[in-house]
C-alpha cells in the first residue's frame, strides 16, 4: 500500500520543507508554505519507461520537424513554425489577445494537421461564439471544455492530434495533488504531465499563461524553465497593436518580434512594421530622430523623441519611456563632458514611439541626437537614420548587423544615414548615403543645423 507523507512547498520560490514553518528558509517570504502529498514508496509510483545510454555518435540527428501556424508573424516568432513534440508557453495580460491568436491557430488546423483546443476558462458555447465573431470555420475546431488535466491528455491521446492548446495552465488541475488550480503545487504537475505528453507522442502542445501585476507569468519561475519556448504579449495603452516577443525559444532566435493588430476579425499581422512606428508628421519635429533596431532576426525602424524644458527651482527629472532610465543618465553625462552639452538643469523627458522597448545599445546615438535637436529648437536633417552606440569615453562603437539596418532604412525611402565609422560598408548601399563617425561631437558636427552646438 502506498504510504504518503506531506510536505511543504513554498508558493514564491518551490522551496520543500518536511514540516510547516512560518516563514521560508528559501526565500524569507512570511505564509507562503502550502502542503502537498508526497509518495515514499518506489513500487507505488507509475511505471516509467526504461532509458538507455547513447553516444551522440549513435545519434542520428535530423532537421525537426516544423509546420506553419497560418499566421506569419507567429511562425516568425517561434523560429519558423511549430516543432513537433515541443512546448510553448504564451503568457500576457487579461484581453490582449492570447486565447484570440490560440483559437486562430487551431481554425487552420485540417485533416493530418488536428487542432486540440483544451478550454478551462470558457464554455463550449462561449468559445463558438468567439469562433463565429472571428469568421472561423467551425468544422475545423476540435475543442474540449474542462479544468481536469488528464481528461485533456487522454482526449489529445486519443484523437489524435498534433497540437493540443490549453487555455489556460492556471485553471487546470489533477486529482492526485490536494490543492487548489493555479497554486505552485498545481501548476507543477499539470505542466510536468503535458511536457511528458509533448515528449512522448511528439505533439506540439502550447500553454496559455496569466501574468502577475509584474507583468511575469503567474506560478513558479520552474514552469518557464520546463517549457521549450516562452512568449510574452505586450501592447501600449489605447493601442490596436500587439506585441509578441520571444524570451525563451530552444529552436529560433531569442528576442524575436511578431507585431499584430487587433481588429473585429481577430489579429491581423502586420508585415511591415517600421511604417507604423514611423507615423510622424510631415513637418520635421525638433527632437525627433529614427533609429534602427535589431530585433531578433530583423531590422526595424522606429522614432525616438526627446524633449528637453527648463525646469523650475527644484532637482531636475528624468524620465524614460522605453529605455533605461540608468543608461539614459549615463549617456546625458557623456553628452556634456564630451559635446560640451549641459542639460543639467534641465528636464530631459524620452519616448519610443509605438511602445517598443529598446534593450539595445545601437539606440544610444539617435538618443543624444534628439536631446540636441530638442535643446536647440532645430530639426535634423530630414529622411536621416542614426545608429550607433556611445561609451564614456564619447567614443561611437559599432553594432551588429550594421549592413542590414542600412538596407532597411533605404528600402524605406532613407537618403542619409549617420553611423560608427567601423560600420560604413565596404560597398555603398543603393539609394542612401552613409556618415562614418567616430564620437559624439564629431556625429553633431555632420548634420549642419547641429554643427554650431
Same mark, same amino acid.
Given at each position: 500500500?502506498?504510504?504518503?507523507?506531506?510536505?511543504?512547498v513554498c508558493g514564491r520560490c518551490g522551496s520543500v520543507s518536511l514540516k510547516w514553518q512560518g516563514q521560508?528558509?528559501?526565500?524569507?517570504?512570511?505564509?507562503?508554505?502550502?502542503?502537498?502529498?508526497?509518495?515514499?514508496?518506489?513500487?507505488?509510483?507509475?511505471?516509467?519507461?526504461?532509458? =538507455?545510454v547513447l553516444r551522440l555518435a549513435d545519434v542520428k540527428a535530423g532537421v525537426a520537424g516544423r509546420w506553419?501556424?497560418?499566421?506569419?508573424?507567429?511562425?516568425?516568432?517561434?523560429?519558423?513554425?511549430?516543432?513537433?513534440?515541443?512546448? @510553448?508557453?504564451?503568457?500576457?495580460?487579461?484581453? $490582449?489577445?492570447?486565447? +484570440?491568436?490560440?483559437?486562430?491557430?487551431?481554425?487552420?488546423?485540417?485533416?493530418?494537421?488536428?487542432?486540440?483546443?483544451?478550454?478551462?476558462?470558457? %464554455?463550449?458555447?462561449?468559445?463558438a461564439l468567439r469562433a463565429q465573431r472571428l469568421g472561423l470555420p467551425a468544422d475545423r475546431i476540435t475543442?474540449?471544455?474542462?479544468?481536469?488535466?488528464?481528461?485533456? $491528455?487522454?482526449?489529445?491521446?486519443?484523437? *489524435?492530434?498534433?497540437?493540443?492548446?490549453?487555455?489556460?495552465?492556471?485553471?487546470?488541475? =489533477?486529482?492526485?495533488?490536494?490543492?487548489?488550480?493555479? %497554486?505552485?503545487?498545481?501548476?507543477?504537475?499539470?505542466?510536468?504531465?503535458?511536457?511528458?505528453?509533448?515528449? %512522448?507522442?511528439?505533439?506540439?502542445?502550447?500553454?496559455? /499563461?496569466?501574468?502577475?501585476?509584474?507583468?511575469?507569468?503567474?506560478?513558479?519561475?520552474?514552469?518557464?524553465?520546463?517549457?521549450?519556448?516562452?512568449?510574452?504579449?505586450?501592447?501600449?495603452?489605447?493601442?490596436?497593436?500587439?506585441?509578441?516577443? =520571444?524570451?525563451?525559444? &530552444?529552436?529560433?532566435? !531569442?528576442?524575436?518580434?511578431?507585431?499584430?493588430?487587433?481588429?473585429?476579425?481577430?489579429?491581423?499581422? @502586420? &508585415?511591415?512594421?517600421?511604417?507604423?512606428?514611423?507615423?510622424? *508628421?510631415?513637418?520635421?519635429?525638433?527632437?525627433?530622430?529614427?533609429?534602427?533596431?535589431?530585433?531578433?532576426?530583423?531590422?526595424?525602424?522606429?522614432?525616438?523623441?526627446?524633449?528637453?524644458?527648463?525646469?523650475?527651482?527644484?532637482?531636475? &527629472?528624468?524620465? !524614460?519611456?522605453?529605455?533605461?532610465?540608468?543608461?539614459?543618465?549615463?549617456?546625458?553625462?557623456?553628452?556634456?563632458?564630451?559635446?560640451?552639452?549641459?542639460?543639467?538643469?534641465?528636464?530631459?523627458?524620452?519616448?519610443?514611439?509605438?511602445?517598443?522597448?529598446?534593450?539595445? +545599445?545601437?539606440?544610444?546615438?539617435?538618443?543624444?541626437?534628439?536631446?540636441? %535637436?530638442?535643446?536647440? =529648437?532645430? !530639426?535634423?536633417?530630414?529622411?536621416? @537614420?542614426?545608429?550607433?552606440?556611445?561609451?564614456?569615453?564619447?567614443?561611437?562603437? *559599432?553594432? !551588429?548587423?550594421?549592413?542590414?539596418?542600412?538596407?532597411?532604412?533605404?528600402?524605406?525611402?532613407?537618403?542619409?544615414?549617420?553611423? *560608427?565609422?567601423?560600420?560604413?560598408?565596404?560597398?555603398?548601399?543603393?539609394? $542612401?548615403?552613409?556618415?562614418?563617425?567616430?564620437?559624439?561631437?564629431?556625429?553633431?558636427?555632420?548634420?549642419?543645423?547641429? /554643427?554650431?552646438?
Amino acid at each position: 500500500m502506498a504510504r504518503s507523507q506531506i510536505t511543504y512547498v513554498c508558493g514564491r520560490c518551490g522551496s520543500v520543507s518536511l514540516k510547516w514553518q512560518g516563514q521560508c528558509a528559501g526565500c524569507g517570504e512570511w505564509n507562503t508554505l502550502e502542503p502537498s502529498a508526497r509518495v515514499d514508496v518506489a513500487g507505488s509510483r507509475p511505471a516509467r519507461g526504461a532509458g =538507455s545510454v547513447l553516444r551522440l555518435a549513435d545519434v542520428k540527428a535530423g532537421v525537426a520537424g516544423r509546420w506553419p501556424t497560418g499566421l506569419g508573424e507567429l511562425d516568425r516568432v517561434l523560429g519558423g513554425g511549430l516543432v513537433a513534440g515541443s512546448v @510553448v508557453l504564451v503568457g500576457g495580460p487579461p484581453g $490582449i489577445g492570447k486565447s +484570440t491568436l490560440l483559437l486562430q491557430v487551431a481554425g487552420t488546423g485540417t485533416g493530418e494537421r488536428a487542432t486540440l483546443y483544451a478550454s478551462g476558462e470558457e %464554455s463550449a458555447e462561449q468559445v463558438a461564439l468567439r469562433a463565429q465573431r472571428l469568421g472561423l470555420p467551425a468544422d475545423r475546431i476540435t475543442m474540449l471544455a474542462t479544468t481536469d488535466v488528464d481528461e485533456v $491528455i487522454e482526449a489529445a491521446r486519443s484523437m *489524435p492530434c498534433t497540437c493540443l492548446v490549453v487555455d489556460s495552465i492556471q485553471t487546470m488541475s =489533477s486529482g492526485g495533488v490536494p490543492s487548489a488550480p493555479g %497554486s505552485p503545487n498545481q501548476l507543477r504537475e499539470c505542466a510536468a504531465r503535458l511536457v511528458q505528453l509533448a515528449k %512522448s507522442s511528439g505533439m506540439a502542445v502550447v500553454l496559455v /499563461g496569466h501574468v502577475t501585476k509584474e507583468g511575469v507569468i503567474a506560478g513558479p519561475r520552474l514552469l518557464e524553465h520546463m517549457v521549450d519556448v516562452v512568449l510574452y504579449f505586450e501592447d501600449e495603452a489605447g493601442s490596436r497593436y500587439r506585441l509578441l516577443r =520571444s524570451v525563451k525559444n &530552444r529552436f529560433g532566435a !531569442a528576442n524575436e518580434l511578431g507585431i499584430f493588430a487587433m481588429g473585429e476579425t481577430g489579429l491581423r499581422e @502586420v &508585415r511591415n512594421p517600421s511604417a507604423i512606428f514611423l507615423s510622424r *508628421p510631415v513637418a520635421d519635429t525638433p527632437g525627433s530622430v529614427v533609429t534602427v533596431l535589431h530585433q531578433g532576426t530583423r531590422p526595424l525602424l522606429v522614432e525616438v523623441q526627446a524633449l528637453t524644458d527648463r525646469g523650475g527651482d527644484g532637482p531636475s &527629472r528624468r524620465l !524614460a519611456i522605453g529605455v533605461d532610465p540608468n543608461r539614459l543618465a549615463m549617456l546625458l553625462a557623456v553628452l556634456h563632458r564630451h559635446a560640451g552639452q549641459a542639460v543639467h538643469e534641465e528636464d530631459v523627458f524620452v519616448n519610443v514611439v509605438g511602445g517598443v522597448r529598446v534593450a539595445e +545599445t545601437a539606440a544610444d546615438l539617435a538618443l543624444l541626437l534628439a536631446v540636441v %535637436s530638442s535643446r536647440l =529648437s532645430k !530639426a535634423i536633417l530630414p529622411q536621416t @537614420v542614426v545608429f550607433g552606440e556611445v561609451g564614456l569615453g564619447g567614443e561611437i562603437r *559599432p553594432v !551588429a548587423y550594421g549592413e542590414e539596418r542600412l538596407r532597411e532604412a533605404a528600402k524605406l525611402g532613407f537618403g542619409h544615414a549617420i553611423v *560608427p565609422q567601423a560600420n560604413v560598408p565596404r560597398r555603398p548601399i543603393t539609394g $542612401i548615403e552613409v556618415v562614418g563617425v567616430s564620437g559624439v561631437a564629431e556625429a553633431l558636427r555632420c548634420d549642419p543645423r547641429l /554643427g554650431n552646438a
